[in-house]
């Protein structure tokens, strides 16, 4: 059973914006905190960002400043809102719960920054 979606990926050239989405059950988006992930090619997952059920918020340094996560509790969606893109931005972005569990990883959404 799908329990967290991603969505709202795509290309777009240095210095662009895009808003990622994250559709999750209501049980998992009532209980959990939740995080946006990345994996660039050739390199690990990394941690992006999180929002705990209360709103507090925690940035990976690489990002802080450009990026903002934020949920909706009415429609029980995450988002990310993608500022100032660089290349290095450039992967596919997972959302997951914070910390993230094995079986929640969905297929991501591709961003891809051009130079």
């Known amino acids: 059973q799908v329990q967290l979606v991603e969505s709202g990926g795509g290309l777009v050239q240095t210095g662009g914006s895009l808003r990622l989405s994250c559709a999750a059950s209501?049980?998992?988006?009532?209980?959990?905190?939740l995080g946006w992930y990345r994996q660039a090619p050739g390199k690990p997952r990394e941690f992006v960002a999180s929002?705990?059920?209360?709103?507090?918020?925690n940035y990976a340094d690489s990002v802080k400043g450009r990026f903002t996560i934020f949920r909706d509790n009415t429609k029980n969606t995450m988002y990310l809102e993608m500022n100032n893109l660089k290349p290095e931005d450039t992967g596919v972005y997972y959302c997951?719960?914070?910390?993230?569990?094995?079986?929640?990883w969905g297929q991501g959404t591709q961003v891809t920054v051009s130079s």
């Open positions: 209501g049980r998992i988006f009532s209980i959990y905190a």
């Open positions: 997951n719960t914070n910390p993230s569990f094995p079986a929640y």
């Open positions: 929002i705990t059920r209360g709103g507090a918020t």
